[in-house]
């Protein structure tokens, strides 16, 4: 017996190494592991300065796994250390970032594409079979990703009834044909393919670690690999910091120019910008009367982001299935105070279900620029549609819970909206929820709660990213709304007749969001806009309002 434990114990020992070994151990930028080389040094210096650029995030990384984030925070770190088939250039166009050459059929339905020579962190080389993996893995009932409706979106061939379980996950229309050739197959044209490949839940996967690492994939550093920029040197589930170091078996390390990113999570803008001056962040983020007290500084910046705020009714509540009440509710809110007297970021009034400088239709105009506004703030109709539905309904009074993460913008709106509410529409009691962002999520998609402020960043540039979010059944559909007339609509413009006129379809995208708006199945409320503080000896940070926020490539810190 003595003897067979300690055959047992060489047995278990091997276990855990031929497991860390599949999983990936705690690397530093050359593969070794941090017991032989000097990776704790590494993190010292990710924290305490150098050419490392500190930036500051409201909200914590919620996950790490390309295919289960469904945020913005997540996705802009998981692309600073993964790379897709694509990237966006600084102006938001699509260019090759793993793909070396492309081949596309003249019926634009297959692509053939080639990989370029690039490594995981773990020195395996990245394959298509990475790609076919992960893909299938996004559109696996199974895995129950909240974003595996993206694979209908990219058009590619069985991914919607994958997704419902009609056919088997082996029959994505995704074909590794050799390990470095990968072919895609599309069931009609997709005119934003390319942007959509630069999107995370497209980011490829090793199939290998990840079955090693089972559960604990992408929870720590040792669970997560990478291909791109950066690898992760420190992390974990709701961390306040996220420290990333630069990765030099990148393919294209020279264009790199920082040794890393450490990102702080403060949600409390007069903490973020005090470690600002203090020079711990390199870049923050400002809101309210910070706004007016540095806009002049030479530091400050505005941009314009693609994030649409809006309040979901869950028509399931009793009360909120009423159109004349949720009409009450959208129109009751002033929100030009809202933009112009507490955010006060650039963040301008939103009276449509889809943001301005999102996409460009095939008369080379913004989709806004053609488009109506719906919903415009108007007290005086609020209280006569709150007038309606008290009749239908057979009440005089009603209390709803909204629902409202834990950021301090989140809040002061939030707070406004419900003093607003109340005195608009006199019978109306409006209480709040706090809850962290993740908590706050996560209610929202199951249902349990009655209004929720929330947001949506567009994922490729097409009004599609907003308006398929409301058909029946997507899991970004909070209120539970249908309508069979939408629903469509909307699939003709993504696989039917629409889908093959670029005109037709513009218009019906245009209706499409007049459905919504006429209907109240959400209360659009402001366009963000970003207030940003940069370091002057900071350069090359690239913005977008759609898919990823923010780019470091091209970033140095002198």
Known sequence: MKGFKKVLSMALVLAMIVGLTACGSKADTTGKTSETTDTAGQEETASTGGNILNVHIDVEVASMDPQIATDGTSFEVLADITDGLYALDADGNAIPALADTVDKSEDGLTYTITLKDAKWSNGTPVTANDFVFAWKRLVDPATASEYAFMGGIAGIVNADAIVAGEVPVDELGVTALDEKTLEIKLDVPVPYFESLMAFPSFFPVNEEFFTGCGDTFATSPETILSNGQFVVTS???????????????????????????????????QQAMLAYQNGDLDVAILSGEQVEQFQADPEFTNIMAGYLWYISPNQTVAGLENLNLRKALALSYDKEAIVNNILKDGSIVADFAVPSELATGPDGKDFRETADTYLSTDKEKALGYWEAAKQELGVESLTYSLLVEDTESAQNVAQFIQAEIQTTLPGITIELEILPKKNRVERM????????????????????????????????????????DYDALIESAKKGELA????????????????????????????????????????GIEFHSVAINRVFKNTTKD
Request: charged share 30%; no cysteine.
């Open 235 to 269: 992390y974990e589930p709701a961390a306040t910091t996220i420290e990333l170091t630069k990765n030099p078996d990148y393919y294209d390390a020279d264009a790199v120019k920082l040794d890393g990113l450490k990102y702080q999570v403060i949600k409390d803008s």
């Open 445 to 484: 998609q199951e249902g349990t709660f009655e209004l929720g402020l929330t947001r949506w960043g567009p994922d490729y540039a097409d009004p599609m990213t907003y308006e398929d979010m409301w058909i029946t059944d997507s899991p970004n559909n909070y209120g539970f709304w249908s309508n069979a």
């Open 500 to 539: 093959l006129d670029l005109e037709a379809r513009w218009e019906a995208l245009k209706e499409a969001e007049k459905i919504v708006m006429d209907e109240a199945v959400i209360f659009p409320i402001y366009q963000k806009g970003n207030a940003v503080m940069i370091k002057s000896n900071v350069k």
